[in-house]
């Protein structure tokens, strides 16, 4: 796929992964539907984008809502008049163990509420997302793009039930949809990140940082840009779908 003047549509694009992802795919000269939570983050993210002198518009849309997500996506359509690529990036960790013992009792164990929070943004919100932007991409009879977040994780990380099977089921239902929805031009594609420089780290302490950083066989933790540039790659090669990329500087969990 040419890229220069095409839609990208981006879920959890007010900072970090996404918002590097939006200013790659401007760099490229495509137009950009930045979609999130934080409509202060998305403004940053827009002029950001603007200033590379493509078009930008926001979104503040819940990807766990369906009909919020069925009229953002409609607003999309109807703003831009397209929809090439859509990548569902918006996640979240709400990790703990699933018991924990103290003197042969069980004194913690991971709650619903953080189980559901997790597979409702990682997992339905990537569902819904990918749902709707199928349906106006077929719609629209130009084919299109469907990238996904995904994680080093998924292959299963200690204190991460939720979001380890939400990211294994990220890569699962793209090779679905590579299969389904090829009929209509369609691709998809996913990227496992491994340990990479968000806003995510501010809440972590130094010594857990190091030891991550140490994890890694490159000895460094990946930037943003990394995992954008991974998200560029499926976009443009016309033959790669239903398969994923693992960016994650050779470490295996």
């Known amino acids: 796929m040419q890229l220069d003047g095409k839609l990208v549509a981006i879920t959890g694009s007010g900072r970090g992964i ?20 934080n409509a202060e983050d998305l403004a940053q993210t827009k002029a950001l984008c603007e200033s590379a002198g493509v ?17 953002t996506l409609d ?39 953080q189980w559901r929070a997790v597979v409702d943004v990682n997992l339905t919100g990537v569902f819904l997302g990918a749902r709707e932007a199928a349906a106006r991409m077929a719609t629209l009879g130009n084919g299109g793009v469907i990238i996904s977040t995904s ?3 998924r292959a299963g990380n200690m204190g991460q ?20 929805l090829a ?35 490159l000895r460094r933790m990946a930037e943003p840009a990394e995992m954008a540039h991974a998200a560029i790659f499926i976009a443009e090669n016309d033959y790669f779908s239903g398969r994923v990329i693992e960016v994650d500087g050779g470490q295996r969990l």
């Open 18 to 37: 996404g918002r590097s992802m939006a200013l790659a795919f401007a760099q490229k000269r495509s137009n950009l539907a930045l979609i999130d939570l």
């Open 75 to 113: 607003r999309v359509v109807a703003d831009f008049g397209r929809l090439d690529v859509m990548i569902n990036n918006a996640g979240i960790t709400k990790d703990a163990l699933l018991i924990k013992l103290q003197d042969g009792k069980v004194i913690n164990k991971m709650s619903m509420d």
């Open 151 to 153: 994680s080093i994780s």
């Open 55 to 71: 078009r930008a518009e926001t979104y503040v849309c819940n990807v766990t809502r369906e009909q919020e997500v069925e009229a």
């Open 161 to 180: 039930s939720n979001y380890s099977a939400t990211k294994a089921g990220v890569v699962s239902m793209t090779v679905v949809w590579a299969k389904e």
């Open 183 to 217: 009929r209509y031009g369609i691709r998809t594609g996913a990227i496992a990140p491994g340990f990479t420089r968000t806003e995510i780290l501010d809440t972590m302490k130094p010594e857990m940082i190091e030891r991550a950083v140490n994890a890694v066989p």
